[in-house]
């Protein structure tokens, strides 16, 4: 096992790592906020170098003190090889399997691995699966016009939003303060506890998001970016779903990616039987990926998370 220090060992693997996506978009995602800056202080480990088979990205030691917060302990990975993978999951110095760890990815080959692993180490493992919806150029198709298409769309339904009418209030958008974390925390569907309020104020600091505000100032719709680039955390409240707020918030969003770099891997994730949601990742010009996302809650027996 390698940690990959370099700079330029670490750009020149998030290259080798597009030519894999979407399948290694969790640590491709992952690879670039380390390759800029680095917010969440992770670190991207390797079975070998050039020639690597297996990838995983984490956050450094130093921030996985926590042996009951999956949050944090979180591993996103990618493999050539599944029996590569396993001989990774096994070394001592990769995985610390005496904490409340989550691992994700986006390949069926490495189920087996994660639960025969799981099961002869002792532990309990709670499995999901999703559906993950990348962009287009990501599944090897043009984009040429997304750019112009999305800001066309975003300045008509965020111009619909925002103009003051006779009968409906003026709404802004604007990222979210710090102190709103407990707020996204509260009515994120995988949130709601003290671990969990930690990556979300991790995200809210130091990642983009964006909301959208009520005449008060009050969030009322919002989602929050990731270390892996996932656009996640998303939640609008009943009193303003089916009035399009969402989509054209996510729409302003992703028009402030692609001004920030068109190679942006910015990504959405969510269940099978959320089909208002699959519509919604559509429209905005993202595509249904032909992998699944699988991710793997483990903890020791009897451990609380």
């Known amino acids: 096992m390698l940690v990959l220090e370099s700079s330029e060992d670490r750009k020149k693997l998030e290259e080798l790592l597009a030519q894999s ?33 297996t990838v995983i990205c984490k956050k450094r030691p130093a921030e996985m003190i926590d042996d009951t917060n999956f949050y944090i302990n979180t591993y996103n990975v990618f493999t050539k090889d599944p029996e590569n993978f396993r001989e990774m999951l096994w070394s001592a110095d990769v995985i610390n399997w005496n904490q409340c760890l989550l ?6 080959c ?16 709670k499995r999901e699966a999703g559906v993950l919806f990348v962009r287009k150029m990501h599944l090897g198709v043009c984009e040429k016009s997304l750019n112009v298409n999305l800001e066309e769309e975003s300045s ?17 958008c604007s990222p979210l303060s710090d102190a709103e974390a407990e707020l996204v925390n509260t009515f994120w569907i995988n949130g709601g506890t003290e671990n969990s309020l930690k990556i979300v104020c991790q995200c809210i600091h130091h990642l983009p ?9 009050k969030p009322i719709s919002f989602f929050v970016m990731d270390q892996s680039a996932e656009i996640r955390m998303g939640y609008t409240f009943p009193e303003y779903r089916d009035r399009g707020i969402f989509t054209s918030l996510l729409i302003t969003f992703i028009v402030f990616l692609h001004l920030q770099t068109d190679d942006f891997p910015y990504h959405f994730i969510t269940s099978k039987q959320n089909v208002q949601i699959h519509s919604v990742a559509r429209r905005v010009g993202l595509r249904k990926a032909p992998c699944e996302y699988f991710k793997w809650i483990c903890r020791p027996q009897g451990r609380a998370a």
């Open 156 to 172: 008509d339904q965020t111009r619909r939003h925002l103009e003051a009418r006779d009968d409906q209030p003026v709404f802004q």
């Open 209 to 217: 998001n964006l909301c959208m505000r009520d005449p008060g100032g």
């Open 110 to 125: 490495i189920d087996d691995v994660i639960m025969s692993t799981v099961e002869s180490k002792g532990l309990e493992a």
């Open 103 to 108: 691992i994700q990815g986006l390949q069926q």
């Open 21 to 53: 996506v979407p399948e290694s978009m969790k640590v491709y995602g992952s690879i670039f906020y380390i390759n800029r800056g680095n917010p969440l202080n992770m670190e991207v480990l390797v079975d070998s170098w050039p020639d690597f088979k």
